[in-house]
Protein backbone atom coordinates (compact mmCIF):
# COMPACT_ATOMS: atom_id res chain seq x y z
CA UNK A 1 0.00 0.00 0.00
CA UNK A 2 1.63 3.47 -0.92
CA UNK A 3 0.87 6.14 2.23
CA UNK A 4 1.19 9.62 2.83
CA UNK A 5 2.21 10.90 6.00
CA UNK A 6 0.90 14.39 7.40
CA UNK A 7 3.33 15.61 9.81
CA UNK A 8 5.02 18.62 10.79
CA UNK A 9 7.19 17.12 13.63
CA UNK A 10 10.02 15.73 11.43
CA UNK A 11 11.58 13.57 14.09
CA UNK A 12 7.78 12.03 14.69
CA UNK A 13 7.45 11.46 10.84
CA UNK A 14 10.95 9.55 10.91
CA UNK A 15 9.42 7.22 13.98
CA UNK A 16 6.24 6.59 12.03
CA UNK A 17 8.12 5.58 8.85
CA UNK A 18 10.42 2.86 10.66
CA UNK A 19 7.66 1.95 12.82
CA UNK A 20 6.05 1.25 9.48
CA UNK A 21 8.73 -0.39 8.20
CA UNK A 22 8.99 -2.93 10.99
CA UNK A 23 5.31 -3.83 11.57
CA UNK A 24 3.89 -3.56 8.13
CA UNK A 25 6.98 -3.63 5.49
CA UNK A 26 4.07 -3.82 2.39
CA UNK A 27 2.91 -0.16 3.54
CA UNK A 28 5.29 2.17 1.28
CA UNK A 29 5.24 5.67 2.57
CA UNK A 30 5.63 7.70 -0.74
CA UNK A 31 6.02 11.31 1.16
CA UNK A 32 5.61 13.33 3.68
CA UNK A 33 4.26 16.21 3.90
CA UNK A 34 4.34 18.92 6.39
CA UNK A 35 2.00 21.43 6.31
CA UNK A 36 -1.24 22.33 5.14
CA UNK A 37 0.04 24.26 2.45
CA UNK A 38 2.55 21.57 0.79
CA UNK A 39 -0.28 19.13 1.24
CA UNK A 40 -2.80 21.01 -1.07
CA UNK A 41 -0.40 21.27 -3.37
CA UNK A 42 0.23 17.04 -3.54
CA UNK A 43 -3.28 16.38 -3.44
CA UNK A 44 -3.69 18.57 -6.83
CA UNK A 45 -0.87 17.05 -8.40
CA UNK A 46 -0.92 13.14 -7.41
CA UNK A 47 -3.23 10.38 -6.66
CA UNK A 48 -4.76 9.11 -4.42
CA UNK A 49 -2.87 7.20 -2.22
CA UNK A 50 -3.98 4.10 -0.55
CA UNK A 51 -3.95 5.11 3.22
CA UNK A 52 -2.62 7.98 5.20
CA UNK A 53 -1.12 8.81 7.87
CA UNK A 54 -2.25 12.43 9.70
CA UNK A 55 -1.63 15.11 12.83
CA UNK A 56 -4.17 16.87 13.81
CA UNK A 57 -2.99 20.14 14.02
CA UNK A 58 0.26 21.27 11.71
CA UNK A 59 2.07 24.58 12.06
CA UNK A 60 -0.59 26.15 9.59
CA UNK A 61 -3.81 24.96 10.92
CA UNK A 62 -5.52 21.30 11.24
CA UNK A 63 -5.33 18.86 8.69
CA UNK A 64 -9.49 18.24 8.68
CA UNK A 65 -9.16 20.83 5.59
CA UNK A 66 -7.97 18.51 3.46
CA UNK A 67 -10.37 16.04 4.19
CA UNK A 68 -12.94 18.92 3.51
CA UNK A 69 -11.11 19.90 0.46
CA UNK A 70 -10.47 17.15 -1.32
CA UNK A 71 -13.02 14.12 -1.92
CA UNK A 72 -10.86 11.24 -0.71
CA UNK A 73 -12.02 7.24 -0.13
CA UNK A 74 -9.06 5.79 1.06
CA UNK A 75 -8.55 5.30 5.15
CA UNK A 76 -7.21 7.35 7.13
CA UNK A 77 -5.24 7.41 10.50
CA UNK A 78 -4.84 9.94 12.24
CA UNK A 79 -1.99 10.67 14.97
CA UNK A 80 -2.17 13.30 17.46
CA UNK A 81 -0.86 14.39 20.68
CA UNK A 82 -4.47 15.03 21.61
CA UNK A 83 -6.41 13.41 23.25
CA UNK A 84 -9.47 16.39 23.82
CA UNK A 85 -11.21 15.25 20.48
CA UNK A 86 -13.86 12.83 20.15
CA UNK A 87 -12.15 9.72 19.23
CA UNK A 88 -14.97 7.96 19.44
CA UNK A 89 -16.20 9.48 16.41
CA UNK A 90 -13.46 8.37 14.60
CA UNK A 91 -13.86 4.50 15.34
CA UNK A 92 -15.79 4.22 12.37
CA UNK A 93 -14.91 2.28 8.99
CA UNK A 94 -11.93 4.00 7.23
CA UNK A 95 -10.75 5.90 9.95
CA UNK A 96 -8.95 5.40 12.66
CA UNK A 97 -7.61 7.94 15.79
CA UNK A 98 -4.06 6.81 17.57
CA UNK A 99 -2.45 8.55 20.34
CA UNK A 100 1.02 10.39 20.24
CA UNK A 101 3.50 8.65 21.81
CA UNK A 102 1.85 5.63 19.45
CA UNK A 103 1.74 2.30 20.74
CA UNK A 104 3.13 -0.48 19.02
CA UNK A 105 -0.10 -3.07 18.90
CA UNK A 106 -2.79 0.05 18.31
CA UNK A 107 -0.93 1.50 15.58
CA UNK A 108 -0.51 -2.61 14.15
CA UNK A 109 -4.53 -2.91 14.73
CA UNK A 110 -5.40 0.21 12.49
CA UNK A 111 -2.90 -0.76 10.42
CA UNK A 112 -4.95 -3.89 9.39
CA UNK A 113 -7.96 -2.36 9.71
CA UNK A 114 -6.69 0.08 7.03
CA UNK A 115 -5.72 -3.18 4.77
CA UNK A 116 -8.71 -4.81 5.07
CA UNK A 117 -10.55 -1.75 3.95
CA UNK A 118 -8.01 -1.10 0.56
CA UNK A 119 -8.46 -4.94 0.06
CA UNK A 120 -12.25 -4.96 0.19
CA UNK A 121 -12.73 -1.65 -1.86
CA UNK A 122 -14.50 0.16 1.04
CA UNK A 123 -15.23 3.83 0.52
CA UNK A 124 -14.27 6.22 2.50
CA UNK A 125 -17.26 6.99 4.86
CA UNK A 126 -20.25 8.96 3.78
CA UNK A 127 -20.56 10.73 6.84
CA UNK A 128 -17.26 11.28 7.65
CA UNK A 129 -18.00 15.21 5.93
CA UNK A 130 -20.53 15.65 9.21
CA UNK A 131 -18.06 14.05 11.71
CA UNK A 132 -15.41 16.43 10.55
CA UNK A 133 -17.87 18.93 11.17
CA UNK A 134 -18.84 18.18 14.32
CA UNK A 135 -15.40 17.56 15.37
CA UNK A 136 -14.15 21.08 14.11
CA UNK A 137 -16.65 22.87 15.57
CA UNK A 138 -17.01 21.13 18.79
CA UNK A 139 -19.50 23.55 20.47
CA UNK A 140 -22.37 22.40 17.64
CA UNK A 141 -23.08 19.28 18.48
CA UNK A 142 -22.20 18.49 22.60
CA UNK A 143 -22.93 20.75 25.06
CA UNK A 144 -20.01 21.21 27.71
CA UNK A 145 -20.98 21.85 31.16
CA UNK A 146 -21.91 24.85 31.51
CA UNK A 147 -21.74 25.06 35.42
CA UNK A 148 -20.64 22.69 38.81
CA UNK A 149 -23.39 22.39 41.38
CA UNK A 150 -20.86 22.32 44.74
CA UNK A 151 -21.93 22.26 48.52
CA UNK A 152 -20.64 25.03 50.48
CA UNK A 153 -21.96 26.22 54.16
CA UNK A 154 -24.86 22.85 53.87
CA UNK A 155 -26.72 24.88 50.76
CA UNK A 156 -25.44 23.82 47.35
CA UNK A 157 -24.55 26.31 44.76
CA UNK A 158 -23.70 26.81 41.33
CA UNK A 159 -20.10 27.46 39.68
CA UNK A 160 -19.91 28.48 36.30
CA UNK A 161 -17.43 26.70 34.54
CA UNK A 162 -15.75 29.38 32.59
CA UNK A 163 -14.72 30.91 36.52
CA UNK A 164 -13.02 27.56 37.60
CA UNK A 165 -9.28 28.14 37.01
CA UNK A 166 -7.92 24.72 37.47
CA UNK A 167 -9.33 21.50 37.73
CA UNK A 168 -7.12 19.15 40.51
CA UNK A 169 -6.81 16.05 42.59
CA UNK A 170 -5.34 15.63 45.83
CA UNK A 171 -6.97 12.69 48.78
CA UNK A 172 -10.26 13.88 46.89
CA UNK A 173 -10.87 16.05 43.77
CA UNK A 174 -11.12 19.48 43.63
CA UNK A 175 -11.48 22.85 41.50
CA UNK A 176 -10.30 26.35 42.22
CA UNK A 177 -11.77 29.24 40.46
CA UNK A 178 -10.40 32.19 39.37
CA UNK A 179 -10.61 34.15 42.79
CA UNK A 180 -8.89 31.64 44.58
CA UNK A 181 -11.95 29.90 46.27
CA UNK A 182 -11.77 26.38 46.52
CA UNK A 183 -14.29 23.73 46.09
CA UNK A 184 -14.55 19.57 46.65
CA UNK A 185 -16.52 18.00 43.34
CA UNK A 186 -19.13 15.00 42.93
CA UNK A 187 -16.69 13.21 41.09
CA UNK A 188 -14.83 10.07 41.06
CA UNK A 189 -12.38 10.88 38.38
CA UNK A 190 -10.59 13.45 36.58
CA UNK A 191 -11.33 11.61 33.24
CA UNK A 192 -14.99 12.15 34.40
CA UNK A 193 -14.99 15.61 34.46
CA UNK A 194 -12.55 16.16 31.32
CA UNK A 195 -15.54 14.88 29.02
CA UNK A 196 -17.18 17.56 30.15
CA UNK A 197 -15.05 20.31 29.72
CA UNK A 198 -14.53 22.62 26.18
CA UNK A 199 -11.01 21.37 25.37
CA UNK A 200 -10.32 24.38 23.44
CA UNK A 201 -10.04 25.90 26.94
CA UNK A 202 -9.43 23.37 29.42
CA UNK A 203 -6.24 21.12 28.80
CA UNK A 204 -5.40 17.51 30.81
CA UNK A 205 -1.66 19.25 31.98
CA UNK A 206 -1.11 15.99 33.70
CA UNK A 207 -2.82 13.01 36.06
CA UNK A 208 -3.53 15.05 38.96
CA UNK A 209 -4.52 18.29 36.93
CA UNK A 210 -6.92 20.31 34.27
CA UNK A 211 -6.09 24.01 33.77
CA UNK A 212 -7.87 26.61 31.91
CA UNK A 213 -6.24 28.35 29.35
CA UNK A 214 -6.37 31.81 30.99
CA UNK A 215 -5.42 30.22 33.92
CA UNK A 216 -1.48 30.21 32.73
CA UNK A 217 0.73 33.00 33.87
CA UNK A 218 3.74 31.67 32.59
CA UNK A 219 5.69 28.17 30.79
CA UNK A 220 9.01 27.18 32.25
CA UNK A 221 11.00 24.89 29.74
CA UNK A 222 12.95 22.16 32.08
CA UNK A 223 16.05 20.99 31.04
CA UNK A 224 14.50 17.17 30.13
CA UNK A 225 12.34 19.01 27.82
CA UNK A 226 9.20 18.86 29.99
CA UNK A 227 7.34 21.94 30.71
CA UNK A 228 6.10 23.54 34.23
CA UNK A 229 3.64 25.55 34.35
CA UNK A 230 3.07 28.55 36.60
CA UNK A 231 -0.27 29.52 37.30
CA UNK A 232 -1.62 33.05 37.94
CA UNK A 233 -1.88 34.16 41.12
CA UNK A 234 -4.00 33.72 43.83
CA UNK A 235 -4.35 30.07 42.40
CA UNK A 236 -0.08 30.49 43.05
CA UNK A 237 0.39 26.82 41.68
CA UNK A 238 2.71 24.89 39.48
CA UNK A 239 1.46 22.02 37.28
CA UNK A 240 3.71 19.88 34.98
CA UNK A 241 3.52 19.31 31.54
CA UNK A 242 5.70 15.70 30.43
CA UNK A 243 7.91 15.59 27.77
CA UNK A 244 5.37 13.16 25.48
CA UNK A 245 2.74 15.88 26.02
CA UNK A 246 4.85 19.52 25.97
CA UNK A 247 4.50 19.36 21.51
CA UNK A 248 1.11 19.04 22.02
CA UNK A 249 0.61 21.49 24.89
CA UNK A 250 2.71 24.03 23.27
CA UNK A 251 0.22 23.71 19.82
CA UNK A 252 -3.03 23.87 22.07
CA UNK A 253 -1.53 27.02 23.85
CA UNK A 254 -0.34 29.47 20.90
CA UNK A 255 -3.17 28.24 18.64
Known amino acids: MNAIIIED?????????YNLS??????????????LKTSFKWFMENAEPDLIFADIQLSDG????????????????????????AIKAFKV???????????????????????DIVQSKSE?????????????NPTASMGYKEKFIVKHRNNWIPILTKDIACFYRENLNYFMTFSGEKYILDFTTLEEVEELLDPTIYYRANRQSIVHV????SIKPQGNQKLTLELK??????QDISRDKAPGFKKWFER
Open 22 to 35: QIAPDVKVINVLPS
Open 214 to 217: DAIQ
Open 9 to 17: ENLIAKELQ
Open 93 to 115: NGTDYLLKPLDIDELKKAINKAR
Open 233 to 238: APLNMQ
Open 62 to 85: VSFEIFERFNLKCPIIFTTAYDEY
Open 124 to 136: YPKDMQQLLHLIT
